[in-house]
């Protein structure tokens, strides 16, 4: 089955403590992102890959890291997580440069920072 | 730079009542629209998109949009809905100029559908 996952969907954590967010696709896509969602702002992008090794800021990159090691995994890495980074966050892919904008969203992660 | 509006945050409908969720973009380029639907903790999933040709464009779920270029509007309609439609409905525009710009959607804030019996 074609599919987006994310681990974990649910994290409570502390400030400061590191985390990291998985994101994997089956699907052979190029392209990859990550959103987050919250109340009132529909989904911002974070960060963006085009491909392996290829990453770009998206909107609101501010405290977030990604890497693209292989073209399935992008992970979302919060060096030193506050709580205005409470949110829902979505890793999404796509096929690549010819796509005209169906992206495939994986279930979300919700992280609570305290 | 492109920005969406969906003037509506929640919309309460009775089973089997049409609906109408409204979405105004802006932009000074060319355009592709889409509605995405969130169900309950799932994530997004495309309902439906315009990228050129006629102006009336079907998705699924019976639903369908228009494009309106005068009025910047792309307007999800459906005549009839079911309990099974509650869900969050987004609108999303991305730069048809650019190459690879069909991946990087700008969202609306989203319009709640709530269908009661």
């Known amino acids: 089955e074609a599919q987006v996952t994310q681990n974990p969907r649910y994290l409570i954590t502390v400030t400061g403590k590191k985390l990291t967010v998985t994101c994997s696709q089956n699907?052979?896509?190029?392209?990859m992102s990550w959103y987050r969602q919250d109340p009132g702002l529909g989904l911002r992008q974070i960060y963006y890959?085009?491909?392996?090794?290829?990453?770009d800021k998206g909107d609101v990159p501010e405290g977030y890291k990604v890497s693209r090691k292989e073209k399935r995994n992008f992970p979302l890495i919060l060096e030193s997580p506050s709580p205005n980074q409470t949110s829902l966050y979505f890793c999404?892919?796509?096929?690549?440069?010819?796509?005209?904008?169906?992206?495939?969203f994986g279930e979300g992660s919700r992280l609570t920072v305290l | 730079a492109q920005s969406v509006t969906q003037l509506d945050s929640q919309v309460p409908v009775f089973e089997e009542a049409p609906v109408e969720l409204r979405c105004n973009y802006s932009s000074s380029v060319s355009v592709y629209l889409f509605w995405y639907v969130q169900y309950p903790n799932q994530g997004l999933q495309l309902l439906l998109k315009?990228?050129?040709?006629?102006?009336l464009v079907k998705g699924i779920n019976g639903f369908e949009a228009e494009f309106n270029k005068s009025q910047t509007s792309f307007h999800l309609r459906k005549p009839s809905v079911h309990i099974s439609d509650t869900a969050e409905y987004f609108c999303a525009v991305s730069d048809r100029r650019v190459t690879g710009g069909g991946n990087k959607l700008t969202f609306g804030t989203g319009t709640q559908l709530k269908v009661e019996l």
């Open positions: 999404a892919s796509s096929p690549g440069p010819t796509n005209t904008g169906e992206l495939f």
């Open positions: 890959s085009m491909n392996v090794e290829v990453t």
């Open positions: 699907m052979n896509h190029e392209y």
């Open positions: 315009y990228l050129s040709g006629s102006t």
